[in-house]
T-cell receptor, first 112, second 112 residues
Framework: GQNIDQPTEMTATEGAIVQINCTYQTSGFNGLFWYQQHAGEAPTFLSYNVLDGLEEKGRFSSFLSRSKGYSYLLLKELQMKDSASYLCAVRPFSGGYNKLIFGAGTRLAVHP | NAGVMQNPRHLVRRRGQEARLRCSPMKGHSHVYWYRQLPEEGLKFMVYLQKENIIDESGMPKERFSAEFPKEGPSILRIQQVVRGDSAAYFC??????????FGPGTRLTVL
């Protein structure tokens, strides 16, 4: 089966750092994606990991450990506009087969 | 470079009517995916299409739902004889193949 777990909600303070965890158990693994989704809007792509380690992109970083089935998204210097849902998604299959399995999302609230 | 386009953005149908949702992928993208998002839930994969081919429809309900991506024109998700439980946001995404999926703004379907 396919299972992706994330915390349902998190809160943080403006200017702080927050880490959103994601654990997965899937029938295969060919990459992990993080998307941001503001209420009522489309998910927007944040990051992609397929090899172990940290990928940094501005205020956002994403880490992957394939052996542990674990990823996290790190948001630094939090801003009010970062209040959104953060979706973890796994691509289980290789060979050009691009289907994604999503977690339920983590709703982040940033307070002043 | 226009992004993924979906229309209509909002659709209201009465029980028993048909709903047609359209998706135009990003320029240069030949892979289209449909996802459904119920309130407070994550994105659920429905169907994966390439031009004139259904690659994976494992997430589609067995009855009343169908999808196509013709050689010319947008991809269509069709829901026949809608019921209240079909009320959801339907998102389309597109990609070049094994690349990142980019999402459209979604169609919010309300069944009265």
């Amino acid at each position: 089966g396919q299972n992706i777990d994330q915390p349902t909600e998190m809160t943080a303070t403006e200017g702080a750092i927050v880490q959103i965890n994601c654990t997965y158990q899937t029938s295969g693994f060919n990459g992990l994606f993080w998307y941001q989704q503001h209420a009522g809007e489309a998910p927007t792509f944040l990051s992609y990991n397929v090899l172990d380690g940290l990928e940094e992109k501005g205020r956002f970083s994403s880490f992957l450990s394939r052996s542990k089935g674990y990823s996290y998204l790190l948001l630094k210097e939090l801003q009010m506009k970062d209040s959104a849902s953060y979706l973890c998604a796994v691509r289980p299959f290789s060979g050009g087969y691009n289907k994604l399995i999503f977690g339920a999302g983590t709703r982040l609230a940033v307070h002043p | 470079n226009a992004g993924v386009m979906q229309n209509p953005r909002h659709l209201v149908r009465r029980r028993g009517q048909e709903a047609r949702l359209r998706c135009s992928p990003m320029k240069g993208h030949s892979h289209v995916y449909w996802y459904r998002q119920l309130p407070e839930e994550g994105l659920k994969f429905m169907v994966y299409l390439q031009k004139e081919n259904i690659i994976d429809e494992s997430g589609m309900p067995k009855e009343r739902f169908s999808a196509e991506f013709p050689k010319e024109g947008p991809s269509i998700l069709r829901i026949q004889q809608v019921v209240r439980g079909d009320s959801a946001a339907y998102f389309c995404a597109s990609s070049t193949g094994t690349d990142t999926q980019y999402f459209g703004p979604g169609t919010r379907l309300t069944v009265l």
